[in-house]
């Protein structure tokens, strides 16, 4: 049985908060390689179709210590986006015509200037998703107006909650987190988010508890409806199947549990060739906390900044260099195109 974390792996100076560290365990598999794989499909270079969702990590501060967590995110991590970098994006959003802005964290709304931040982008007409983790709703009284403040500016909300029954949501997320999230998820139903005709966008984010690839997204959602609406009244409006990656805290549970090897055999045996156009590094940058620029949120993790003349810091925006960009890949890149692939907005196919 792995032991519950209390701090992140970086507050424990874990060797797997050290992205040389997790890029050598990923870079291990033998005689397979995943830009091998999209060689030998024609696919290289691997580039974006476009980018229509900026995607920003507003700090690593949270509230929970998740085990799955790709972002190592916890109360005791303190890195956390500047007004002066969030003036940047806007800067940026401001010479393109990108339409999505997609907040997260940590706990993105633990930020200190975060409703400034979506107050600024409501103001230009930006539709604005927040991936909130429900609990921090409820996790202190400044956050309790966050239900109104986000219909106040139809803000998206995408939740976690991995599973409808309390023992298996409190064992990937924490004691008590389960009975916190059902209490928020009423607050946000109270004022007309994940209605079935409400236009207040309620979707919820279903990550498998171990070592396994999550079930068809389809039938989960069609369980988690009824046995929320049976259970608690609950309403909500899709469900997104999201495969773990072998990154962070996700990895160092995979090499605790000595499941690292299969995890990865079942991701690469499950390689599908028809998920890998609908991957979001197609259609997304990534804005780090600090400014800089990746592909994709598991590529900001492992510190995989862009590069082959690619600006790297949101600063230097451009997005015909952008565009024109060749992705960064790797062997994690595996968990995105598994199956049914798997992406921020669920599968791929």
């Not at 940590?106 to 909130?132: Q, T, Y």
């Not at 900044?305 to 600006?311: D, E, S, T």
């Not at 565009?323 to 598994?338: M, P, S």
């Amino acid at each position: 049985m792995i032991k519950e974390r209390k701090i992140s792996l970086q507050g424990q100076d874990h060797q797997l908060s050290h992205t040389d560290k997790q890029l050598e365990i990923l870079e291990q598999l033998d005689q397979v390689n995943f830009t091998d794989r999209l060689r030998g499909l024609g696919k290289l270079p691997f580039k974006p179709i476009g980018i229509d969702i900026f995607q920003v990590n507003m700090g690593k501060m949270c509230n929970q210590v998740c085990k799955h967590c790709h972002v190592d995110a916890g109360p005791d991590r303190k890195e956390i986006m500047t007004q002066e970098t969030m003036q940047q994006c806007l800067d940026a959003l401001d010479q393109s015509d990108i339409s999505t802005v997609d907040l997260t964290g940590g706990a993105p709304e633990m930020n200190p200037d975060f409703e400034w931040f979506v107050e600024e982008l409501s103001s230009r007409g930006k539709h604005v998703i927040v991936r909130c983790n429900l609990t921090i709703i409820l996790a202190n009284k400044k956050y309790n107006n966050l239900p109104e403040f986000f219909k106040k500016h139809k803000v998206e909300v995408v939740s976690s909650l991995p599973h409808f029954s309390a023992k298996r949501t409190d064992a990937q997320r924490g004691d008590g987190v389960f009975e916190k999230s059902i209490e928020a998820l009423k607050m946000l139903n109270a004022v007309g988010y994940g209605l079935p005709d409400s236009d207040l966008k309620l979707n919820l984010v279903y990550n498998p508890s171990g070592a396994f690839l999550p079930a068809d997204q389809t039938g989960l959602e069609s369980e988690f409806k009824r046995k929320l609406k049976v259970g608690f009244d609950i309403d909500f409006h899709e469900l997104y199947a999201i495969t773990n990656l072998p990154i962070s805290r996700f990895l160092d549970y995979l090499v605790a549990s000595e499941n690292y090897e299969e995890y990865m055999q079942k991701l690469i045996d499950a390689f599908n060739p028809g998920a890998v156009d609908g991957v979001m590094c197609r259609n997304t940058i990534s804005v780090g906390w600090d400014g800089h620029l990746y592909d994709c949120d598991f590529n900001q993790m492992l510190d995989l900044k862009l590069n082959h003349g690619a600006p790297n810091h949101i600063r230097d925006f451009d997005v015909t260099l952008l565009t024109d960009r060749k992705i960064i890949l790797n062997n994690h890149c595996f968990g995105c195109t598994a199956g049914a692939g798997s992406s921020c907005g669920g599968v791929t196919t």
